[in-house]
């Protein structure tokens, strides 16, 4: 049984540009959450997805989106890069949508915007 | 907001057990506590969680108070790999099941040898 995987591990862009990080939820699970943890700070939680439909989104502006396919792999999108959104993105993985499925977290994407 | 409140650091020897307090004095009787830990720039990583009874795993125990407004995680017996930033959270159900964990600032542990 595989865990929870994320792509790539380190990305940098430009202010202005568009970024697209990628996560594998564990076997066996259908809800990926996604966070953005910026440098000295806990991870904020930025939306979930439940069975391929957003299923809640924290205070994170539009150009913030996501997908996620059949087979429970997520993407996150991020449109207009501001030097702010420079942080460690994590994914994590739980059974289903509920306060008693636990969720397990990938290693992390370290976006760097210049 | 966090609903949890947290030393923001603490020191244990190597060996000797480390007992983290955590404080959730707002906590509702469906909300369960959760213990992360996060290595520096890894996920974090899950330990332990409960509802109303005690817990006890392979890497720690979670204690919660009867009244459920504090818990104490306990590493019996604490290794220089346990040095990490430890999370307790309190797991909120918001609309349409949306399951979001709100992290706070954490303690920082240190093990020292």
């Known amino acids: ?114 | 907001d966090a609903k949890t409140t947290q030393p923001p650091s603490m020191d244990c020897a190597e060996g000797r057990a480390a007992n983290l307090p955590c404080n959730h004095s707002t906590i509702s009787g469906n909300e369960y506590v959760y213990w992360y830990r996060q290595i520096h720039s890894q996920g974090p990583q899950y330990i332990i969680h409960g509802l109303k009874n005690n817990e006890t795993n392979e890497m720690a125990s979670l204690i919660i108070t009867e009244d459920r407004k504090s818990s104490t995680l306990i590493l019996p017996h604490a290794t220089l790999r346990d040095t990490a930033v430890y999370y307790c959270i309190v797991r909120v159900a918001g609309v349409n099941r949306d399951d979001k964990i709100i992290f706070g600032k954490g303690t920082r542990l240190h093990i020292l040898p």
């Open chain 1, 1 to 114: 049984e595989t865990g929870v995987t994320q792509s790539p591990t380190h990305l940098i862009k430009t202010r202005g540009q568009q970024v697209t990080l990628r996560c594998s939820s564990q076997s066996g699970h259908n809800t990926v959450s996604w966070y953005q943890q910026a440098l000295g700070q806990g991870p904020q939680f930025i939306f979930q997805y439940y069975r391929e439909e957003e299923n809640g989104r924290g205070n994170f502006p539009p150009r913030f989106s996501g997908l996620q396919f059949p087979n429970y792999s997520s993407e996150l999108n991020v449109n207009a890069l501001e030097l702010d959104d420079s942080a460690l993105y994590l994914c994590a993985s739980s059974a289903s949508a509920g306060v008693a499925d636990t969720q397990y977290f990938g290693p992390g994407t370290r976006l760097t915007v210049l």
